[in-house]
């Protein structure tokens, strides 16, 4: 699908030693960015390390917007090739990265994901609306019309047909893009169901974007990191708590937890892929184009990641839990990244 590379002869300057400098220091692909794309882009290196003549590429897990702020910190032998997201990048990062002289991003969707509820199978499988999502976790909610900070300790308050047991909840950072999706998807979709929320929104939108994002610090949401395997081990601890995580360690443990179902639908790979279950986001890596002729092994890199066996319908990342993207949508992505099409700064 790529092109092969060819190395540009690069005139004796800043920018010209700037490049040689990459290419004698460092011979092994860098990629850093969201614990939920970690999974699908290590299976992917290691198998792009087997079939080819290149290094394994290294990859970190360092969540989604920790990732992009180490790959927009600069080019260079010191900075990552690639950044793996679970949200699409923010305008104030494009900008980060433009300042840094990073100005030729490439993005590349590589898939879609679900963000769960998931608990221990030794309790209750549980039913949530977005609306209870963000009355058990929000910081500050509606009641009688009135905006107060979150009076809520119990599941049943939230909503009588919800068990009588604390919210207790595990989660990403800030820094993580499924924090960043689950607040704009699910958090923001249960807080819009009250008319003063909407009418805030079209008087103040910071205001409302508080409102709506802004998850409670009061004990309820506990911040577990970044290692999603943690949290589902803290979950087979506690049969009490929930964990908020990507679909895929749901897949991989579903031996020992279960989702929830949200708006009456389980998550399922089925029910993610034809988009019945609402809170379902794209997943992304990022390339800096800068690197592509001076770290080995890039192009062939994504050439592994956009291919039939591992994208396709029975590729290897399906079974590692990716929902891939259809057919007509990965021919797009993949003449995008044949092109090496930038974003536009």
Known sequence: MFKKPTLKKIGIGLVGLSMITIAEARDQIRIVGSSTV????????????????????????????GGLKLFCAGVGDNYPDITNSSRAIKSSEIELCASNGVKNVIEVKV????????????????????QD?????????????????????????????LPNSKIEVLGPP????????????????????????????????NRFKALCHTIREDGAYIEAGENDNLIVGKLLANPGAI???????????????????????????DNISDKIYQISRSLFVYVKKAHIDSVPGIEEFLNEFLSEKAMGDFGYLAEKGLIPLPAPELLIVQNKADNLISLKN
């Open 243 to 269: 964990g908020v995580f990507g679909y895929s360690f749901l897949e991989e443990n579903s031996d020992v937890i279960q989702g929830s179902f949200v708006e009456g639908h389980e998550p399922s790979f």
């Open 133 to 161: 999502i963000w009355l058990g976790l929000a910081k500050d909610v509606v009641v009688n019309g009135e905006i107060i900070p979150n009076p809520y300790q119990y599941w049943n308050e939230v909503n009588p047909s």
């Open 38 to 65: 970690f999974p699908f882009s290590t299976a992917v290196a290691e198998e792009f390390g087997r079939s080819t003549g290149f290094k394994t590429p290294v990859v970190e897990s360092t969540g989604s917007g």
């Open 174 to 205: 800030p820094t993580s893009g499924t924090r960043d999706a689950f607040a704009e998807i699910a958090l923001e979709g249960g807080c819009t169901a009250y008319p003063e929320v909407e009418a805030l929104r079209a008087k103040d939108n």
């Open 111 to 130: 898939g879609y994901d679900g963000i769960v509820l998931a608990n221990s199978k030794e309790a209750s499988q549980l039913s949530f609306s977005l």
